[in-house]
């Protein structure tokens, strides 16, 4: 990686340090905001320096009346396009970190212990058997959920709550299951988790959280219900629906992800004291959204590589 690629996202990291400021008491804010434009200044001079720099160095010319092979076009035409799932992965991450949330990318391959032990799962529980979980031979598991991350965002972030502050991330990333696939069920497919916790965080306050991103995702006010779940990683569990929005019609409910308070057995397990701190989660999926948004029947196709599919995008 180049010099001005490196300091271009060390950049990119600090503004999204400035989101911290939300979480800190008032009084502590003029500091942190004077230490923050200090080292974006320092980052932005060595930029300037360093683009500088790469001005003045010698560039051999092209020499443009060169002969070359017919099938070896010197400039290559731009093709293809991003894919769907990614320009609206972008868009959650974006509407999250927007309302201070952190954000962590979710392992491919994991282990035992945080995929099951480090959640509450019992020893007996179902989802650890191969027909519902890949494993490979090695028995590493590709992630079944996001939530699988858990664990190590309570651990990075723990500093930040004992040091009066809060535990906000989000985690995007593609999972696997052990499915057949049919126009609603696939075996890979993406979700992004939620993670939460302070001293005093509520199920109002994540439901909250989670209306105001279901009303910015869709652009217009929504009114949401939940009705009862069960994830062994939440006490109490819950299912949240949003009212279907005018661009998709309008009238009924949909089921949109699973949430809860984060079971006090996880919290223990990440070395944080569920008598003194709480917190939430929740995880949904991405594909979900992107078929509702697009009015999309079959979830196959983000994974079939259907170059027709595609150029529409």
Known sequence: MSEIK??????????AEYARIKTLPPEERGAFGREM???????????????????SENVSPIDISAPCAPNEPIFRPALGSRHPLMTELDR???IYSDMGFNVMESNQL????????SLNFPK????????????TSENFIPPAHTSTMQHRALKKYKKDLENG????VVIPGRVFRNEDADATHEHTFYQCEGVFVSKDATMGQMFGVLKQFFENYYGQKLNIKTQPGYFPFTEPSAELLIERPSSLGGEGWLEMLGCGMIHPNVLKMAGIDPDKYHGFAWGGGIDRL?????????????ESGKLDFLEEF
Do not use: C, S, W
């Not at 490196?6 to 503004?15: G, P, R, T, V």
């Not at 007996?124 to 494993?135: K, L, M, N, Q, V």
């Open 290 to 302: 992107v078929m509702l948004k697009y009015q999309l029947g079959d979830i196959r196709y983000f």
């Open 124 to 135: 007996e529980h179902p989802a650890r058997d191969g027909y519902d979980t890949f494993r």
């Open 6 to 15: 490196k300091l271009k996202l060390e950049l990119k990291n600090l503004n």
């Open 37 to 55: 434009n200090a080292k974006k200044q320092k980052i932005l001079n060595a930029i300037a320096k360093a683009e500088e720099a790469a001005e």
């Open 92 to 94: 959650v991450v974006g």
């Open 110 to 117: 994991d282990d035992e212990f945080h995929m099951f032990d």
């Open 165 to 168: 502050g809060q535990i906000a």
